[in-house]
T-cell receptor, first 111, second 118 residues
Framework: DAKTTQPNSMESNEEEPVHLPCNHS???????IHWYRQLPSQGPEYVIH???SNVNNRMASLAIAEDRKSSTLILHRATLRDAAVYYC????????????FGTGTRLTIIP | DAGVTQSPTHLIKTRGQQVTLRCSPK?????VSWYQQALGQGPQFIFQ???????QRGNFPDRFSGHQFPNYSSELNVNALLLGDSALYLC?????????????????FGPGTRLTVT
């Protein structure tokens, strides 16, 4: 499985944008970039995914570098409810459904 | 619409015992995956069930086994419990038809079962 590298922790002020980076220099052409997050005392939840183009949904935006070796999850206006561990995961879409989690980035929101 | 449910919430077992954890997938989902999450770590994939068969397996010993029922619910069994099996066990469900259709199949996770082995 291709590996991702994320900072162990980040802090951000409430109501400000947050940019969570992920490096994946060994990504293959068929790997999708997925982001999941795990709120305290809950199971992980899907946030967003992308292949090559930047993606937006109601939760976040995903900016993908042109060479696809890195990506950034953007929370446009962080709230206290966004405090969680964020996982960047590479996954192909050819029936291999397992998610390979790293240790993720623990995001702390400062009121 | 109920999401993924797991039972029990917490469980305490003694070394050497056996345990069974249960999972009901999200409505409309037919695939169940199990993950183990040790304290401070990300979840690790154990195995996945679809059409009542184990389809993929992670790097876990044979002490870990599972089952999927015709209603898509699933059980995770762990035999000969070790102290190192203490963890949060997560169940995730997804829709296989989305994969067949060439679409991304997000996994929906339950809240987990906290297993403590003493």
């Amino acid at each position: 499985d291709a590996k991702t590298t994320q900072p162990n922790s980040m802090e951000s002020n409430e109501e400000e944008p947050v940019h969570l980076p992920c490096n994946h220099s060994t990504i293959s052409g068929t790997d999708y970039i997925h982001w999941y997050r795990q709120l305290p005392s809950q199971g992980p939840e899907y946030v967003i995914h992308g292949l090559t183009s930047n993606v937006n949904n109601r939760m976040a935006s995903l900016a993908i570098a042109e060479d696809r070796k890195s990506s950034t999850l953007i929370l446009h206006r962080a709230t206290l409810r966004d405090a969680a561990v964020y996982y960047c995961i590479l996954r192909d879409n050819f029936g291999n459904e397992k998610l390979t989690f790293g240790t993720g980035t623990r995001l702390t929101i400062i009121p | 619409d109920a999401g993924v449910t797991q039972s029990p919430t917490h469980l305490i077992k003694t070394r050497g015992q056996q345990v069974t954890l249960r999972c009901s997938p999200k409505s409309g989902h037919d695939t169940v995956s199990w993950y183990q999450q040790a304290l401070g770590q990300g979840p690790q994939f154990i195995f996945q069930y679809y059409e009542e068969e184990e389809r993929q397996r992670g790097n876990f010993p044979d002490r870990f086994s599972g089952h999927q029922f015709p209603n898509y619910s699933s059980e995770l069994n762990v035999n000969a419990l070790l102290l190192g099996d203490s963890a949060l066990y997560l169940c995730a469900s997804s829709s296989r038809i989305r994969i067949i259709q060439g679409r991304i199949a997000e996994q929906y996770f339950g809240p987990g079962t906290r297993l403590t082995v003493t």
